[in-house]
Structures are given as structure tokens and as C-alpha cells.
């Protein structure tokens, strides 16, 4: 039973000694020399979790872990979604060059199809010029027919007198041919 009361009174002390206080100088030098042995450390009393508080504790810590891990998810979510929007915009990029190109040929073209357009010539011209080949045609045609007609009467008149030449000479006609 002693061991117990100076268990006890070591337990005290030591409660004290952990408190700050003034020093007394009432204190015996029995008090100080029980007190001076190794004493150990003061074991801590814990303080009973209670069930509301353990609850509200884990509630919290299962909502923070819910919460970065969505945080997480949410971020990988991000950057891959904002990977697939950048290749789309190059993508988008890439494409409206080629539009823009295309588009350039094509103005190329157009012009060219004018200038061409300018330069030649229409239905209007070709039967026009169509109808002045005719006209120049048929003028040669009746101009070839006339100088026919003159070269055959010249023949004509060298053959007759060629005839009145041969009956009055009664030579043998020699004709020349032209």
C-alpha cells in the first residue's frame, strides 16, 4: 500500500512539475528528493473519440479524398479535352489553308478565262467572218467564171482567124494552143 501513495504522490508531482507555477518555498527537501528520481514520462490521457466527432472527421476526410480524386479526374478530363480541341483547331488550320489555295487557283483560272474570253471570238464574229469568206469566195468564183469566159472568147476569135488565114493562104493551119 505504500507503493501505491508514493505512486501516487510521484503522479501528483509530476502533474504539477508539467505545470507552469511559481515556485513555493514552503516545498520540504523530502518532497524534492522524492521527485528527483527518473520518473519516466506522464502518460497522456486521451480524450474519448466521441461518435459524433469521429463521424464528422470521417465524413470530412471522405469527402476531401472524394474531392481530390474528382479534382484529379476533372483536371485529366481537362487536358484531354483540350488536346483534342487543339488538334482540331491545326486540323481546322491545316484545312482552311488548302481552301485559301484552292480558292486562289480558282481566281487564277477565272482570270485567265477572261482575258482568254476577251481575246476570242464569238459566235456573232465567226458567222460574220463566216459570211465575208462567202462573200470574197463567190466574188473570186465569178471573177475565175468572167476571166473564163474572156480567155475563151480570145480562143474563139484566134481560131476563127486563124480559119479566114488558112482559107485565104490554103496553107496548112498550124495552131497554137494557149
Known sequence: MASSLTARRIASVA??????HPRFISTTSALRE???PNLGVAPLQKKPVGGIRGGIIGFL???SLASSFAAYRLLDEYKQASAALQA?????QLSTEKISAHVRRIEAVEKDL???SEASASKDDLSRLRA????IYDGLHIEFLDLRSFVWGMQQDVHALT???TSES???PVMARI
Open 34 to 36: 522524492a521527485a528527483s
Open 170 to 172: 490554103k496553107e496548112p
Open 163 to 165: 480559119k479566114k488565114d
Open 114 to 116: 477572261k482575258a482568254l
Open 88 to 92: 482540331s483547331v491545326e486540323e481546322l
Open 61 to 63: 476526410f471522405g469527402f
Open 132 to 135: 465575208e469568206a462567202k462573200k
Open 15 to 20: 502533474r504539477q512539475a508539467s505545470k507552469p
